[in-house]
């Protein structure tokens, strides 16, 4: 148990860096994920609409769409650290606004959406900066471990904050859950000022060529790479047409199941606690793997699948425990990946392209989700989700045997996929 506890935690034993951004990340993302718990009730609470909880999300997300692949080419470009800290900041001033709001009683669904979309502005340069940063922090040969930590983080604030926030949606109202959040980003704040400068690991930061030019040398690795483009199809379905939680989890538990704030938030959380154990079991594995890429798709949708026909609380909670097992467990290996094939002054570049499909098309797929749940109900929407996962995984299994090599470095070193 102590072996695995030290391989687990590798990175936050050895690098004191890496400690730091992750016990402030974590705590930030509590508040985050209270905020994205009580944003979708507040809007359901107005409108009893699941289209209208697909538009919030189609404000948030849409501001990677439009400067999703640019903000790689910034990432690549200027010093990671100072982007993140300029990026939180101004998150945080969102959340203090939607804190005021909320609190003073006067919440216009206009006002609200577009809080959600200029917090979503500074999510679009975060994301490349955020990622990349962890390679400046732990190296390449700790890589997979900290991505692996990273998604152990965020889904430890994915269980951790919607059940908080539900509890405190019942008992005070939604408005304490944004003013948490605000509080919550002097955590990661405090982390990235502290860091030791000299400690983060050089890396090669590309050539000021046109901003156009850039982004297709980005795109140009991602077509070019077997891996690469396996990674990044499997998730362009799943963003699309697959599993949306932020939209189908609110519209499963209020519509069909009728329940109230708080066990909403123990129901929301049990995705997160399924997407908690599956990002400790991938940091203890601590390689890239295609098979655990598959695997974790796979499951995810399974889960998704089997959650069609169900009224059961209990069945339905298990099964979102292990979608969530199977979710993190195919973005982290899938991340880590693409982190280990993609070189020096392309990395941000590289992810932005993850992220631009992640996030960016996200509007695209919430809207979709929203607009199926109001046709077809839970029912429809949860069929589409899995069956469509799970086909799009078969896909990316039998496209990768078929190449059976990935790159794994800029010298195009190969190793067998299966």
Excluded at 30 to 54: E, I, N, R
Excluded at 401 to 417: K, M
Aim: net charge positive; with cysteine.
């Amino acid at each position: 148990m102590r072996a695995w506890v030290r391989r687990t935690f590798a990175s936050i034993r050895e690098s004191y860096n890496y400690r730091l951004y992750f016990f402030g990340q974590l705590v930030s993302l509590v508040g985050t994920w209270m905020q994205d718990a009580a944003l979708p009730w507040l809007v359901l609470q107005k409108t009893h609409s699941g289209f209208d909880v697909g538009l919030l999300m189609f404000c948030r997300y849409v501001p990677t769409l439009v400067f999703g692949l640019y903000s790689g080419v910034l990432a690549d470009r200027f010093d990671n650290r100072h982007m993140l800290i300029a990026t939180q900041t101004i998150e945080m001033g969102v959340a203090g606004a939607l804190a005021l709001m909320t609190l003073s009683g006067w919440t216009p669904l206009g006002a609200v959406f577009s809080a959600a979309a200029t917090g979503g502005v500074a999510l679009a340069f975060e994301g490349p900066n955020r990622h990349a940063l962890v390679f400046r922090l732990v190296g390449r040969e700790a890589l997979p471990n900290a991505v692996s930590l990273n998604s152990s983080m965020f889904n430890a604030g994915r269980a951790v904050g919607p059940a908080c926030g539900g509890v405190l949606i019942a008992l005070a109202g939604v408005g304490w859950c944004f003013a948490f959040n605000a509080l919550s980003f002097a955590a990661i704040l405090i982390a990235l000022v502290a860091m030791r400068v000299d400690e983060l690991r050089p890396v090669k930061k590309s050539e000021r060529t046109g901003a156009i030019g850039s982004i297709k040398q980005g795109l140009g690795f991602v077509r070019g790479s077997a891996i690469a483009s396996a990674v990044i199809g499997l998730l362009l379905v799943s963003t699309l047409v697959g599993f949306n939680f932020r939209v189908l989890v609110p519209v499963l538990l209020e519509r069909r199941l009728h329940v109230g704030a708080g066990v909403f938030g123990f129901l929301y959380a049990c995705f997160g606690v399924g997407a908690l154990v599956g990002a400790l079991v991938s940091a203890s594995i601590n390689r890239a793997s295609p098979r655990l890429f598959i695997a974790g798709a796979v499951t995810m949708n399974l889960g998704v699948l089997l959650i069609t026909p169900l009224q059961s609380k209990p069945l339905i909670a298990v099964l979102l425990l292990i979608s969530g097992c199977g979710f993190s467990t195919w973005l982290a290996a899938g991340q880590s990946i693409l982190q280990m094939v993609s070189p020096d002054h392309l990395r941000g570049r590289v992810l932005s392209v993850y992220l631009f499909v992640f996030s960016g098309l996200q509007p695209i797929g919430s809207l979709l989700a929203g607009w199926l749940t109001q046709t077809g109900g839970t029912v429809l929407a949860y069929g589409v989700a899995g069956s469509s996962g799970l086909i799009a995984t078969v896909t990316a299994a039998v496209w990768l045997r078929n190449s059976r090599v990935i790159a794994t470095n800029a010298a195009e070193a190969t190793v067998p996929v299966v």
